[in-house]
């Protein structure tokens, strides 16, 4: 999947938790949790939409290592499935 | 023929304005479906129906203000005909087919020219307006009181008010006493961890849900910590309606509740949590979410506080307040061991209950969490 359409994705399902989110202001790098104000209930629920869309298991262990907007794209990259017939490394040779 | 009036969705509230209809004319509907979003000072509120039937027509354009008790829509009871209604109060509505949106329909009243006129300039709308005249006539007098009393809908503003309001009548009458206690917290979040392992994402537990169980379930057995002060006396309740405080996004708060705790499992009590939350942030809550917490629990959330002494919400007599869980040095068994640790407070009615019941409470409550299983 594309990194830029990823990250674009997971902005607006933050938006869906906190609504005011300004994707100008925040910083990819920093930890989100405490830059947005979420609290482990909209936490919980952004990874669970995040589960919803990309079809993703996180392990709730893992939810450490899911600080920062960066944390997740580059956790995200690494755990997705390849679409079938989709664009993933494999087909990349073929288009 | 019912006709379904804009009901009161909150003590505090006399008015609300309509955002959208949930029914068309035509659709069946039954008892505890959605008819209408109604925005209000607090939030924008789902008004329920409470009868069976199908829907006649609607009285209401979306973005009205109207009182508490204005007619919103007309329902045919069961095996009624809609030949057998009287002529709407509606110029020339046609027993409209279904999908086929009716002409929005106003309830025509006498209205003086000059009031209708002066209701044109000033944006009144003559629906929402009680008519002090002979038949009930809209007056131009009317008219104006009403768009003096027109309340600005800035909402942020008018829940600032709302919470002094309330908490200013709290410390006013509420004679409170507070106690603390420090709680450890190493078999709840063992229990938490192992349980969640086998879970999915979506059916996963917080921590949150375990001291909303621990103290519904406390409640429970110290009834003086769970009802309303009213009338200069304490009325026990039998449930435990744990009202949650949420912070809404944008500044203020709303403790909805979560009904009936105490007979809850943990799981559905996470289930419940998330979606009041989702639909607090939302904007979105029940009436009875809003009316009737019988205790409330106030967690300032995981990245906060250590401790935190909250107000009581009149007329209940009790709030629990939750710290943030953080790793401490704590002895156990004669030796130091990193502990995770939550300082959990009460805040209690020294007319209801006295320190010593106040003290089982706390106790009571710490004790359950060291028993998470059987929560």
């Not at chain 2, 003086?112 to 007056?139: F, H, N, W």
Request: net charge negative.
């Amino acid at each position: 999947m594309d990194e830029r359409q990823l990250r674009s994705d997971l902005i607006g399902l933050l938006q869906r938790v906190a609504p005011e989110v300004d994707p100008g202001e925040l910083d990819a790098a920093e930890p989100l949790r405490r830059q947005v104000d979420l609290d482990s209930i909209d936490f919980l629920n952004f990874l669970i939409s995040i589960n919803r869309q990309f079809k993703v298991s996180i392990p709730e262990s893992d939810y450490e290592k899911l600080r920062s907007l960066d944390d997740i794209v580059s956790y995200l990259l690494k755990a997705m499935p390849a679409p079938s017939g989709g664009s993933g490394k494999a087909s990349t040779s073929a288009v | 023929m019912i006709e379904v009036k804009l009901p009161s969705l909150g003590a505090d509230m006399d008015e609300g304005t309509l955002l959208e209809w949930r029914v068309h004319p035509g659709d069946e509907v039954s008892k505890g479906d959605i008819l209408a979003v109604v925005d209000t000072t607090k939030a924008a509120l789902d008004v329920e129906c409470w009868h069976s039937g199908k829907v006649f027509d609607l009285l209401v354009e979306p973005g009205r203000t109207m009182k508490v008790g204005t007619p919103m829509l007309r329902l045919l009871e069961p095996g009624e005909n809609a030949a057998s209604i009287p002529p709407a109060r509606v110029p020339a509505a046609p027993a409209p087919p279904p999908a086929v949106t009716a002409p929005p329909a106003a309830a025509r009243r006498p209205v003086s020219p000059a009031a209708r006129r002066r209701a044109d300039e000033l944006k009144v709308s003559l629906d929402s307006i009680q008519g002090t005249g002979p038949d009930g006539a809209v007056t131009l007098k009317d008219v104006e009181a009403a768009a003096q009393a027109r309340p600005g809908r800035d909402r942020a503003a008018d829940m600032r008010r709302l919470i002094a309001a309330a908490m200013s009548r709290s410390k006013r009458e509420i004679p409170h006493y507070y106690q603390t206690d420090d709680v450890p917290l190493a078999a709840a979040t063992e229990w938490l961890r192992t349980t969640n392992l086998g879970r999915p994402i979506t059916e996963r537990i917080l921590l949150a849900a375990l001291f909303i169980r621990a103290v519904a379930e406390a409640a429970r057995r110290h009834p003086d910590m769970n009802g309303f002060y009213v009338a200069d006396e304490f009325r026990p309740s039998a449930p435990v309606h744990v009202g949650m405080a949420i912070a809404l996004r944008g500044g203020g708060l709303i403790a909805p509740a979560i009904h009936s705790a105490e007979q809850k499992s943990v799981t559905e009590i996470m289930r419940d949590l998330s979606d009041l939350v989702a639909r607090t942030r939302a904007g979105k809550l029940r009436r009875d979410e809003l009316a009737d917490p019988t205790i409330t629990l106030t967690s300032l959330g995981d990245e906060s506080v250590r401790a935190v002494h909250g107000v009581i919400y009149a007329p209940q007599v009790a709030l629990v307040g939750i710290g943030q869980v953080r790793e401490r040095a704590w002895v156990s068994n004669g030796a130091v061991v990193a502990m995770p640790v939550v300082t959990i407070t009460l805040a209690a009615d020294h007319r209801v209950s006295d320190g010593h019941a106040g003290a089982r409470f706390l106790a009571d409550i710490g004790e359950r969490l060291q028993h998470p299983e059987k929560l």
